[in-house]
């Protein structure tokens, strides 16, 4: 239990830091008004495509997040920690 645990606790800082990261760089791109590409005298922003990686780590953060609180409610319920997703053959 201590293992699976400690994994996704590392796989937690790392999306977290990965999502700090992301989230500089996105609003450094903010900062220096690059363009992407040119649509009908639009300009689009190249921040506008980087948005999705905070946003993605994010997500990813609160999945690995909701899977630990899983975990500990299995520990003590004192029920054996579900090696799958929930779903009938659905990955792990």
Do not use: K, Y
């Not at 790392?14 to 989230?23: G, I, P």
């Not at 996105?26 to 008004?33: A, K, Q, S, T």
């Not at 630990?68 to 997703?85: D, K, M, N």
């Amino acid at each position: 239990w201590c293992i699976v645990t400690h994994g996704l606790n590392l796989a937690l800082a790392v999306c977290l830091l990965l999502m700090d990261a992301s989230r500089t760089f996105v609003l450094n791109e903010i900062e220096l008004r690059d363009t992407l590409v040119t649509v009908g005298g639009f300009d689009v922003p190249t921040w506008w495509a980087q948005i999705i990686l905070p946003v993605g780590f994010g997500l990813i953060s609160v999945r690995i997040l909701l899977r630990i609180f899983r975990r500990v409610a299995e520990f003590f319920r004192g029920s054996a920690p579900s090696t799958g997703s929930g779903r009938p053959g659905g990955p792990a």
